[in-house]
């Protein structure tokens, strides 16, 4: 089996007929060396069901409970067989060929684990999308943002990005992993829930000295905020205890003693300009974020140990897609686009 796509879902009858009427169109050629897993996350709506009867050749996999984003990824790979897995949301929408494409170019090299599209916005599809953009990157205090996205700004696409490049992270909208390299470093951490998990899955690949790159060639729309909006409370708790605990588990012990209370300086200045701008629940997730990590201690310190038993490269030795400087300070004096930090990432 060449590939396995993972489609967790929660509701939505609509967004999940029309992933599935693209990727009918996109595997049609070679249905024979693809399934579609679909992973039922305990939805009540009827949409599985419905989807099952439009496209009977689908696989459905039926949890309990819902398990979030990353433990139903997690099923869905471990009930997949191909070699390649792509982990696709189910509110996007699939331009022809984006399958192949990403395909051919994880083949080109051995050491490429993850492969992403660029992704645009539904709603705007001349625009970005705010889930990955073009490609994940970091910078050194452990904030990321993505090649057409800096903060909440969304560039306009002019093929700025077109050129394929080494990224830090492939989003979870669509990325596409090698599975010799997920069977080497372990799965999403479930712990996660939703958010980071995708970028923490990156890290971990770079750690053993593989390469996450773009493949612009392949495109995807994204409709995105169908889980949770983007100004949501709780979206913006899981993304301040996530990154926290994934800056925690993969950085080197030297390197995370010297940056942790920058970070604590620094998340709690974005808490209190918010709260100036009578966003006040921002600090208050920022807070509860940092308060959830430190009791989560005993679930990632043991992920903590594994991991750098696993890493073959210092913090030092990485290169793909990080800025070596604060993102934050960057916007903060009018930098708007990637490619205006691009002189110290490429």
């Not at 897995?85 to 051919?104: F, M």
């Not at 479930?190 to 996450?212: N, P, V, Y």
């Not at 310190?301 to 400087?325: A, K």
């Not at 993102?327 to 002189?343: N, W």
Request: charged fraction near 20%; proline fraction near 3%.
């Amino acid at each position: 089996m060449k590939l396995s796509v993972i489609i967790p879902h929660l509701r939505g009858a609509e967004i999940l007929k029309a992933v599935l009427d693209d990727l009918e169109q996109e595997l049609a050629g070679w249905r024979e060396l693809a399934e579609v897993i679909v992973v039922d996350n305990a939805s009540t709506d009827g949409s599985v069901e419905e989807a099952k009867l439009a496209h009977p050749w689908i696989e459905v996999l039926r949890l309990a409970k819902n398990e979030g984003y990353a433990g139903g990824c997690n099923h869905g790979i471990r009930a997949g067989r191909g070699e390649w897995v792509l982990l696709l949301n189910d509110d996007v929408r699939i331009h022809a060929g984006a399958l192949q494409a990403l395909v051919a170019r994880g083949e080109s090299e051995p050491d490429i684990a993850a492969v992403q599209p660029k992704i645009l916005s539904q709603m705007e599809p001349e625009r970005f999308d705010y889930a990955g953009a073009a490609g994940g990157l970091i910078d050194m205090f452990g904030y990321p943002f993505a090649l057409g996205r800096i903060g909440g700004k969304m560039e306009t696409d002019h093929a700025q990005y077109d050129s394929p490049r080494e990224i830090f992270w492939s989003s979870g909208t669509g990325c596409l992993w090698r599975r010799e390299t997920l069977q080497q470093i372990g799965l999403l951490d479930s712990t996660f829930f939703a958010h980071m998990e995708e970028i923490d899955l990156a890290w971990r690949a770079h750690l053993i000295g593989q390469r996450i790159v773009s493949e612009p060639a392949a495109v995807l729309q994204h409709l995105g905020g169908g889980t949770l909006a983007y100004q949501a409370w709780r979206k913006m708790y899981l993304n301040h205890r996530n990154n926290l605990i994934m800056i925690l588990k993969n950085l080197q012990t030297i390197h995370l003693l010297w940056m942790l209370p920058f970070r604590w300086a620094m998340d709690i200045m974005i808490g209190l300009q918010e709260t100036l701008l009578r966003r006040p629940g921002r600090l208050v997730a920022i807070l509860a974020g940092w308060g959830a990590a430190l009791m989560m201690t005993p679930k990632w310190w043991g992920r903590r140990r594994r991991i750098q038993r696993l890493r073959t490269v210092t913090d030092g030795e990485l290169r793909g897609g990080i800025f070596r400087g604060s993102i934050l300070f960057a916007y903060a004096i009018g930098l708007r686009r990637a490619s205006s930090v691009a002189k110290w990432i490429y």
